[in-house]
Each structure stands twice: as structure tokens, then as C-alpha cells.
């Protein structure tokens, strides 16, 4: 028998506090209702504002249609594109305050952020050098003029960041790793400096040389890059507070095209290349990018951040190039701004990335201290999980309530699936999972005194879930045929 996952999130307002290492796939073993013969057999699982995840009944699908209530329609849906995985930034912050927990912490954290019964993250993603959420400014290679990269080292990353890295794998072997670069070393760029500045025409073959020689050495130490972006957000230098460098679209044509595909057949490196890896109001650059043959030729995906522009803008480079990938490479929480980044705020972010083309969605830093440390630049992001090292505890990110919600049910490979949105209150996002299972998520945000309810529509049935008053709620409905 097929198994089909319906999974309902429904959204408000909340900061989830402390980390529940529950197994998501045991939770729900039972069924909410006892079907009788022919009938669909189903699992509601419900959190709110103040209940973890837990099971409520429900009554059963019928016949009969709610005609009040627009349903999510299975029968009827269609698959847009696919889905690959979540995923979170492992940067060299992330990595020490890892190395500073005690063994069986750090394995059981581990264990629940990238296991099937835990949160299922299948993608990191590395920073070359560093990023603003590092320990201190560093890079591969000082050396003037050492375009060929004979002096480039990644010793320093073998302290801690390699180690941790490798450990990852011992919970999901089939991580996939992509890596992005904030600076390369300043004797590259305008500024001489790796913070601000950009490229230097005649430094773009080492440029290229730069992130071959990372490539390599990375996979020497036994860590396989999949995919590099060619840069970090090309558009901004940061003003100079943090490592960052200007590409021009002209730079990132001939990278991306030429120079970057011939440093790696150099080396032997099959790495893919993905562009842009920076906001969504930059459509039309991409879509110039994308319009060189050589850079369709030898890219395999755009990569975006959702901090400027919405993210229907990307179905305009999806309609002038309908076979490319995309993924959401970039976005965690902000510790100024945890009262309004609530739980309906990260879906939207989340949901409509992968809506609207994305097939992954990848989070900022996995870990960070309560004041958003590590930090050498001038950001005030928070952590995906928040560890307090005096203290030895760990605070999850309301962004984790929402992951919890999808990723422990969506396999890698499923389908995104194209469906109406059920009420202007609530946006939805439905999977299709490569063995026919489905998974469907809704949220909505808290409308005090009002009942909200859902209807779902399967094999010409209906069955109407009705949500918890005066709260956020999410909600996992299971459905085994």
C-alpha cells in the first residue's frame, strides 16, 4: 500500500524555546481516527503556542463538499519542478562554537539537525575564507601575485571546521555541500583589502584558480564540494564592514562561462557551478547572465537571497530559461526582529522560495551565540539554534518550528506541486514524494476570536480541519490509502 502524507502547517505568532530532540517520524504511529472499511485511513499531528507537536482527532473524509471553504486540491494538482532538500550554512562561526560543546552534546545536536528522525537537513553550506560570521578575517593564500595558487592552504580550516564538517556526514552521508566565497585575498580587488572592494580584471584567472585550488584541497581532506557560487552577493561590497567584493555582470559572464569550467578541467573537478547568489530584484542580471551560451552551457543552477524583491521576480528568468535550477541559498533569523518574524513571516519566505522555483531552501548560520556571535562584520543575524555557552543550553529559532513542519516528511526528488492558495490568510505549499506520497502545508496567521478551518480534497473526498482559536497552529495530517 502506498503511504500518503498530508502535511498542514498553519502559522502565527511564536519563539519556540529550547530543543526537542522527540524522533518526528515516531510521533506519529497511530492513527487520529479508526477508518472503517474504504474509508482513507489518517494522522492529524497539531502544535500551538502552547503545545508541542501532538496528535488531536479529526472526523473523516466524506463525499460531501464544505462549499464554504475553498479545498486544497490533490486530485487536481500538477508538479511545477523539484524538490531537493533544506539545508543550513556551516561557517567557520558555526563550526568553533561547535567545537566548543562537549562530545555527546554536539553528537546528539547533530544527530537531530541532519537525521530522517530529526530535522532532515541534507545541504550545507561552506564558506571559502571568510565570511562576516567568522572568528577573525583569514583566506587561502596572502602571497602577491600567486596567480598559479602555490602557496594556497586551507591548514587553518583543519583546527576545527574540517573535523566538524566530516562529522555531518556521519549522520547523512548523502549531504550535499556547496560553498560560497565573501573575499578572495585583497591583492585581488580595488580595495587591497577583503573587506570591500571588487575583482580585478586581470585577477580573474586567479580568481578562478583560487576556488579550483579550495575544490581540491577540500576533497584531499576527504570533503566533497558539489557545487560552488561564484560569488557571495556580487551587487554590494558591504561598504567595506565585512568581507565582501564586487563582480560585474560582465566579470561574472566570463567566470562562470570560461574561466571558472577551465580551472576545474584543469584539476580534474567536476563541481558545478551555480550564478548570482544574491536577491531576487536582480532578475534581469540574471536573466543577461544566462543569455551568454557559454554560461548555459556550463552552469548548473541560480542561486538566490530573498532580502530584496519577491520571489515571483524569479519566475521571470524561469520564463526565458525553463530548464534551469534555482535554489534559496541564504536567509536565518535576526535577533532584532524576532518579535515580527514569526512563525506565518518564515513561511512565507520559506514557502514562497520554493513556490516559485526554488527546490531547496537553505538556512544562515546553524549556531550562533545569544548576541549573534561569532561576527565580524556588521549584521544582526541570530542562529538557526542559538547556544548558550556559559549556560551549555540550546534555544531553537521559530524558523525550526517551520522546517519541522515539511522536512522530516518531503524526500529528496519529490515534487513541488502547483495548487490554488486556499484563503488570503494562509499560503500552501504541496509535495509530491517520488514514491506518490503527499505532503501538503499550510499556514496562517493568528486571527483572534475567529475560527479558521481547512478543507482538503483526495480521491473526490473532503475532509474539513478545523484550527485552534486565538493561536498559531501547525498541523501534520498524515493519510495512508
Not at 81 to 97: K, N, P, Q, R
Not at 204 to 225: C, Q, S
Amino acid at each position: 500500500m502506498k503511504r500518503v502524507i498530508i502535511a498542514i502547517a498553519v502559522f502565527a505568532t511564536a519563539l519556540l524555546a529550547g530543543v526537542n530532540y522527540a524522533d518526528a517520524q515516531g510521533v506519529s504511529k497511530s492513527g487520529s481516527y479508526v477508518p472503517r472499511e474504504g474509508e482513507v485511513k489518517f494522522t492529524i499531528l497539531q502544535s500551538t503556542k502552547d503545545r508541542a507537536i501532538h496528535k488531536v482527532l479529526n472526523s473523516p473524509f466524506t463525499r460531501h463538499k464544505y462549499s464554504h471553504f475553498k479545498p486544497i486540491d490533490l486530485d487536481a494538482a500538477k508538479p511545477s519542478h523539484e524538490y531537493f532538500g533544506i539545508g543550513v550554512s556551516m561557517t567557520d562561526a558555526t563550526c568553533w562554537l561547535l567545537s566548543q560543546m562537549d562530545i555527546e552534546s554536539r553528537h546528539k545536536f547533530l544527530k537531530h539537525v541532519f537525521t530522517k528522525r530529526g530535522l532532515n537537513m541534507s545541504i550545507i553550506r561552506l564558506n571559502c575564507g571568510a565570511s562576516d560570521y567568522a572568528t577573525e578575517l583569514y583566506n587561502y593564500n596572502d602571497h602577491k601575485g600567486d596567480v598559479e595558487m602555490k602557496h594556497f592552504s586551507v591548514a587553518r580550516d583543519e583546527a576545527y571546521m574540517i573535523p566538524i564538517i566530516k562529522q555531518v556526514f556521519d549522520y547523512c552521508p548523502y549531504t550535499y555541500v556547496f560553498s560560497s566565497v565573501w573575499s578572495v585575498p585583497g591583492w585581488m580587488k580595488s580595495s587591497g583589502e577583503m573587506c570591500g572592494g571588487s575583482l580585478l580584471d586581470k585577477y580573474m584567472p586567479a580568481f578562478a584558480n583560487y576556488w579550483a585550488a579550495y575544490v581540491k584541497a577540500y576533497a584531499e581532506r576527504g570533503i566533497k564540494i558539489d557545487a560552488v557560487t561564484v560569488q557571495n552577493e556580487p551587487l554590494t561590497d558591504q561598504m567595506g564592514a565585512c568581507p565582501a567584493t564586487l563582480i560585474s555582470t560582465k566579470q561574472e559572464i566570463e567566470l562562470a562561462g570560461t574561466l571558472m569550467p577551465q580551472a576545474f578541467k584543469a584539476q580534474g573537478i567536476d563541481t558545478k557551478i551555480w550564478i548570482h547568489d544574491h536577491n531576487y530584484d536582480a532578475f534581469e542580471r540574471v536573466n543577461e547572465i544566462l543569455a551568454d551560451k557559454n554560461v548555459k552551457h556550463n552552469i548548473d543552477a541560480v542561486a538566490w537571497h530573498p532580502y530584496k524583491g519577491k520571489p515571483e521576480m524569479m519566475q521571470k528568468v524561469s520564463k526565458e530559461n525553463p530548464n534551469v535550477k534555482m535554489h534559496l541559498t541564504e536567509r536565518g533569523p535576526n535577533i532584532t526582529k524576532r518579535a515580527t518574524q514569526d512563525e506565518k513571516w518564515w513561511s512565507d519566505y520559506i514557502f514562497g522560495a520554493l513556490n516559485n522555483g526554488c527546490a531547496s531552501y537553505c538556512s544562515w548560520n546553524l549556531l550562533l551565540d545569544p548576541d549573534g556571535k561569532p561576527n565580524v562584520g556588521r549584521h544582526p543575524c541570530g542562529g538557526l539554534y542559538t547556544y548558550d555557552y556559559e549556560n551549555s543550553k540550546l534555544t531553537e529559532s521559530v524558523q525550526v518550528g517551520v522546517f519541522k513542519h515539511f522536512s522530516p516528511y518531503v524526500k529528496r526528488g519529490a515534487k513541488i506541486l502547483s495548487i490554488e492558495q486556499p484563503d488570503e490568510n494562509m499560503i500552501a505549499i504541496a509535495f509530491q514524494n517520488p514514491n506518490g506520497d503527499y505532503v501538503i502545508c499550510v499556514t496562517a496567521a493568528d486571527k483572534p476570536n475567529k475560527r479558521q478551518s481547512l478543507q482538503i480534497k483526495y480521491k473526490d473526498q473532503y475532509m474539513l480541519v478545523s484550527l485552534p482559536l486565538n493561536t498559531w497552529s501547525m498541523t501534520t495530517i498524515l493519510i495512508e490509502k
